[in-house]
Each structure stands twice: as C-alpha cells, then as structure tokens.
Antibody, heavy 115, light 107 residues
C-alpha cells in the first residue's frame, strides 16, 4: 500500500525543539521531491518546506527559515523536519506529502507549542 | 512570492447544484496549479493537477480550467460527499503557496 506515516509530534514549550519523521512505503521514495505542509487549528494549509529527491535542492517558507531543517534518508525511506526555536504560531498539524499526479499525504502529526 | 486568492471564502449550495470556485494568482503561473479537497480531521485529497488534469480516481463531476492568473474548479452536480473545504496551490516557483480555502456548505 502506498502511504506516508508521520510521527514525532507532541507538546513542547516555546523555544524548544522537536523532530518530525515521515516514513514512506509502497513507492520509490528516492525518486520524489517531498514536502512538509502544516495547518494551524481551524486555519488553512501552509506550505513549509520541500526537498528534492537527492537533497540537492531545499526550500523553506519565510516563516520557518533559519529555525526548521528538512532532510531525508533515502536508504530508510524517511523524511525529517527538525524544528528549533519553536513558537506558539508553529502549533499545527504537520503533514508530509508527495505532490504532483498521484499525490500522497500522510495523516498528519500534531505539534503544540505552549508553556 | 506569489499570492493565491480564492473566492468565495464560503459557498452555500444544494445537492445537484453546479458550483464554481475561483483562484487568482498575483502573477502568471502558467498552468502550475492544483486543487485539493479537505474534510474535517483528514488530510487534503488531490482533485486536479496542472490546472485541468483530473487525478486518478476522482469523479468526473470535478473539472478545472484556467491558465496564467485565473483558475476555476467546477463541480457539475454537487453530491452529499462534496461538502468540504477546497484549496488551490500553485507550483510555479517556491514558495508553493495555497489559497486561503473555500468552505462549501449545505444550503
């Protein structure tokens, strides 16, 4: 079955760090650009970051640049998002996604930043 | 950065209605546009890619059109399962911004 499964979300204090993981199965992970997209409670979708198939192209939204780091391990079929200096406005469900035709999204993992 | 503006923000319609949602880009994005449907508590589901290509498995009552800066998503005959929130997203250049969403409600 083609799927993406996120993990690593939870409650963290402002200024803290968290590392999200996304494990892919059922497709050739190493062939695809992968993305993180988030959705704050009751709000719309926000693109966060993208990484090319061989990690040579990486992009971030201005809202997370300098604080978040996207990476991947193709041998482990895994995508990561290291989140540092977390703020209340980073509270959201974080989705990993493969875009384009045949797009696949994970079920999301909730990150709550609160003291 | 390219801004995406959807209209309307909320749309009330009845089963069987034909509805259209519009997405405007702040600059030309050719046909680098996708449409998603999202239901509460669920991940978005791709409906349309490259402005007018129907994703596999998506009912043919969904269609997309447009190029440049103006795009539309049309549902030809609303079904009960279609009441959800719809988002456009461009893929012209990073950042790949989304529209703010259109909530389709039952009238």
């Amino acid at each position: 079955e083609v799927q993406l499964v996120e993990s690593g979300g939870g409650l963290v204090k402002p200024g803290g760090s968290l590392r999200l993981s996304c494990t892919a199965s059922g497709f050739t992970f190493s062939s695809y650009t992968m993305n993180w997209v988030r959705q704050a409670p009751g709000k719309g979708l926000e693109w966060v970051s993208s990484i090319s198939s061989r990690s040579n192209y990486i992009y971030y939204a201005d809202s997370v640049k300098g604080r978040f780091t996207i990476s991947r391990d193709n041998a482990k079929n895994s995508l990561y998002l290291q989140m540092n200096s977390l703020r209340g406005e980073d509270t959201a469900v974080y989705y990993c996604a493969r875009d384009g035709p045949g797009a696949i999204w994970g079920q999301g993992t909730l990150v709550t930043v609160s003291s | 950065d390219i801004q995406m503006t959807q209209s309307p923000s909320t749309l009330s319609a009845s089963v069987g209605d034909r509805v259209t949602i519009t997405c405007r880009a702040s600059q030309s994005i050719s046909t680098w546009l996708a449409w998603y449907q999202q239901k509460p508590g669920k991940a978005p589901n791709l409906l349309i890619y490259k402005a007018s290509s129907l994703e596999s498995g998506v009912p043919s009552r969904f269609s997309g059109s447009g190029s440049g800066t103006e795009f539309t998503l049309t549902i030809s005959s609303l079904q009960p399962d279609d009441f959800a929130t719809y988002y456009c997203q461009h893929f012209n250049s990073y950042p790949f911004t989304f529209g703010q969403g259109t909530k389709l409600e039952i009238k």
